[in-house]
């Protein structure tokens, strides 16, 4: 653990990117508290990693402030599982519709 100067404010680190264990370390050693809305159980949570947080790294705060992380991407920010877009290959080739060719000959068809 990191022991911060006792200073009266400090500069809120990047949370982004870290699981919830090294998060709740990290904002100990810096002197800040986390919130996490859409975990109840985030004294619990281990390996889901921060998404967003408020306010900003970098933001100096009053020792002891709380800064809300969330683990869950927002409405319109993404995660909308629209999957990977690989390109297909071989391409569809160019020409636009083609003329149907008729059959080589009817099965129905009268021999002579």
């Known amino acids: 653990m990191r022991i911060t100067p006792k200073t009266p404010e400090v500069r809120v680190p990047r949370f982004v ?5 090294d998060a709740r370390e990290a904002a100990e050693a810096h002197g800040v508290l986390l919130a ?3 975990r109840p159980e985030f ?4 390996v889901d ?10 933001v100096e705060v009053p ?13 319109g920010e993404g995660g909308g599982g629209a999957g990977v877009r690989e390109p297909r ?3 569809p080739t160019g020409g636009g519709l083609q003329r149907e060719l008729g059959e080589p000959g009817d099965a129905f068809e009268a021999t002579r």
Do not use: K, S
């Open 36 to 38: 996490a809305p859409d």
């Open 89 to 91: 290959i071989p391409n």
């Open 49 to 58: 990693y921060v998404v967003r947080q408020y306010p900003p790294p970098g």
């Open 63 to 75: 020792r002891g402030a709380v800064v809300t992380v969330w683990f869950d991407l927002g409405e």
């Open 17 to 21: 990117g870290l699981m919830a264990v």
């Open 43 to 46: 004294h619990r949570t281990v």
